[in-house]
Nanobody
């Protein structure tokens, strides 16, 4: 079992940066693929980024490449999402998730955090 707790969200202006963190409990964090997803009001949850267990392979939603960076620290049991040049359309609740397979599909992730709100004003 893995418990995930996100932090780092908040209210920012367009063009600002934020770094989200997701702290994981348990000694098996380094064996999990980690992903970030987001859900805006009235919309379905969408894939943001994923990183493999060692941190050596990452994959991003096409629309976010170049602005968002996923990374992980397996000593600190934490995965990060660095978000630059934020836009109002990035406003959403951001969730981290843990799973066994790298995937854009939320259904393949086994554990989820409670989410952290990111609001970008214009």
């Amino acid at each position: 079992q893995v418990q995930l707790v996100e932090s780092g969200g908040g209210l920012v202006q367009a063009g600002d940066s934020l770094r989200l963190s997701c702290a994981a409990s348990g000694r098996t964090f380094s064996s999990y693929v980690m992903g970030w997803f987001r859900q805006a009001p009235g919309k379905e949850r969408e894939f943001v980024a994923t990183i493999n267990s060692s941190g050596g392979r990452t994959y991003y939603a096409d629309s976010l490449k170049g602005r968002f960076t996923i990374s992980r620290d397996n000593v600190k049991n934490t995965v990060y999402l660095q978000m630059n040049s934020l836009k109002p359309e990035d406003t959403a609740v951001y969730y981290c998730a843990a799973g066994r397979y790298s995937s854009m599909s939320s259904s393949l992730y086994d554990y989820w955090g409670q989410g952290t709100q990111v609001t970008v004003s214009s």
